[in-house]
């Protein structure tokens, strides 16, 4: 079953401004990921954040995770048409030996 | 970073037929394996573990004489859609990981189509 929530569900913006995409989840998580997926492909890893993580940062991408609200959001700055693509958050639920992803954010960026 | 092969990427294929979608990862071992299905425009929807040497964890409402699972050695899982039809229709794709609750290194799908 799913246990993140993303919104929104569809994102279309101007290259050169930023995008926020945000998660949120049910249940105590060891950390929380974000992926990239082109259409057709498999998932690219973007980055991890752990529970005792607020705040990363990986080139134009940041990432913020707020346990006591269950949510997370990336941010990406300063977006290209390359960055088009569906963006998954993920969650490591404790006692969970697997992943589960969120429903995912379609951006699109205009050029 | 780490590889992870799947193949084929794509496969037609006539119902009633088996299909057999390979998945290595390249250069880590994986005692766990993941496969997923994924609809247009959907998430991804976790269908098994894969577990090297031992029978795989199917998710619930996943049924395992449809999708059996093989995993044989730490570098090569196997998905096979027993006697596919129309329905079973899907990207599939697996994942892998060098350590346990990181992160995942996914193949690159398969889309199953099936006449």
């Known amino acids: 079953s799913q246990q993140g929530e993303e919104d929104p569900q569809a994102l279309s913006i101007q290259e050169g401004e930023n995008a926020t995409m945000n998660c949120s989840y049910k249940?105590?998580?060891?950390?929380l990921q974000w992926y990239r997926q082109n259409s057709g492909r498999g998932l690219v890893h973007l980055i991890l954040?752990?529970?005792?993580?607020r705040e990363k940062h990986s080139g134009r991408l940041r990432v913020t995770l707020d346990t006591s609200k269950k949510s997370s959001s990336l941010l990406i700055t300063a977006s290209r048409a390359a960055d088009t693509a569906s963006y998954f958050c993920?969650?490591?639920?404790?006692?969970?030996?697997?992943?589960?992803f969120g429903q995912g954010t379609r951006l699109t960026i205009n050029p | 970073g780490a590889v992870v092969s799947q193949h084929p990427s794509r496969v037609i294929c006539k119902s009633g037929t088996s299909v057999k979608i390979e998945c290595r990862s390249l250069?880590?071992?994986?005692?766990?394996m993941f496969w997923y299905r994924q609809f247009p425009k959907q998430s991804l929807m976790l269908m098994a573990t894969?577990?090297?040497?031992?029978?795989?964890?199917?998710e619930q409402g996943v049924e395992k004489d449809k999708f059996l699972i093989n995993h044989a050695s730490l570098t090569l899982s196997t998905l096979t859609v027993t006697s596919a039809h129309p329905e079973d229709s899907s990207f599939y794709i697996c994942?892998?990981?060098?350590?346990?609750?990181?992160?995942?290194?996914f193949g690159s799908g398969t889309q199953l189509s099936v006449l």
């Open positions: 994942s892998a990981s060098p350590r346990q609750g990181e992160k995942l290194f």
């Open positions: 249940t105590s998580i060891n950390n």
């Open positions: 954040i752990r529970s005792n993580e």
């Open positions: 993920a969650t490591d639920p404790q006692g969970a030996q697997k992943l589960v």
């Open positions: 250069d880590f071992q994986a005692t766990t």
């Open positions: 894969s577990n090297e040497g031992s029978k795989a964890t199917y």
